[in-house]
């Protein structure tokens, strides 16, 4: 059996398969063992052979003949006896192990290289299963974030969407309200005509508005700090101890009725009431001449 030195997967398996098989059967046990006996009954056979070839040739002749003496390795030579077609390996060859130590010394070697392709090839796996299991983690962390990006988009566009219902909701309420007050009994409303003409100047006020929201009271009841129920064109809030509840003043040629009073209200300032905050938001801050009747 030859070897080489370059040897593929193929190779290393065919040559441990042979190895595997020469120690299941004992394979050099057994050659060591019966070797010296094949080749004594070889050369005792071609003794045979030769003597009986003699003895026949000289029968034939009648004619003495004297015998030819030759050497076993003559014989060994001449032929293979059983014709296995082994190839000839001396004895002292196979006694000195060196054939079988080269060959197994070769398979060793096969096989170590064998191993190191296989650890090889494993760690190119291992590798390959990593950088799998980072482009997974990586393509994971990108799809939450797009989620978590969606969910706040979403969040933001709902917000959106209720703050604009608040606000039509609140438009709607303001113009109810309008629609309420102004179809309300005219007995609930006292309008007092003006004559500023016949009332005595007080001076200059400053005058603000406000409307019957807990933003503007502290309380959304509508009732005034006289027990009155606070009309817009009637009700105004002023320094009660200047002004007593029900004194009638002109202010910009409408007349009002002092009806409530306020923490900042005092001196010179009077507070006209209004239905709606906006409406108090519109009138805003003024400086109005104001007169008694």
Do not use: W
């Amino acid at each position: 059996m030859k070897f080489d030195r370059n040897f593929d997967v193929e190779d290393i398996k065919a040559v441990r398969t042979v190895k595997n098989f020469a120690n299941k059967h004992d394979i050099k046990g057994v050659v060591k063992k019966y070797s010296k006996k094949v080749q004594s009954v070889a050369v005792i056979a071609s003794l045979g052979v030769v003597c009986t070839a003699s003895i026949t040739a000289a029968k034939q002749s009648d004619v003495p003949s004297d015998g030819r003496v030759i050497s076993i390795s003559d014989v060994k030579a001449e032929a293979d006896v059983f014709g296995t077609g082994f190839d000839r390996v001396s004895y002292e060859e196979m006694k000195g192990l060196r054939y079988e130590s080269d060959q197994y010394a070769k398979i060793e070697v096969s096989e170590k290289n064998y191993e190191a392709v296989l650890l090889a090839k494993d760690a190119d796996e291992k590798n390959k299963e990593a950088l799998r299991k980072l482009n997974e983690e990586n393509e994971e962390r990108i799809r939450k974030e797009a989620e978590a990006k969606r969910a706040e988009e979403e969040r933001i566009a709902e917000e959106a969407r209720k703050a604009e219902e608040s606000r039509k909701a609140e438009e709607v309420a303001k113009s109810e309200d309008v629609n309420v007050e102004e179809t309300q009994d005219d007995e609930d409303v006292l309008y007092i005509e003006s004559d500023s003409e016949s009332g005595t100047y007080l001076g200059e006020f400053v005058t603000t508005a406000y409307c019957p929201c807990a933003y503007c009271c502290g309380k959304s009841d509508g009732i005034t700090a006289s027990g009155t129920h606070a009309t817009a064109g009637r009700t105004i809030a002023a320094d009660p101890s200047r002004f007593s509840y029900g004194t009638q003043l002109v202010i910009d040629g409408h007349t009002y009725v002092v009806e409530d009073c306020g923490g900042a209200i005092n001196g010179n300032r009077i507070d006209i009431f209004f239905d709606t905050h906006q409406e108090a938001l519109n009138y805003g801050t003024r400086t109005v001449s104001v007169y008694s009747k």
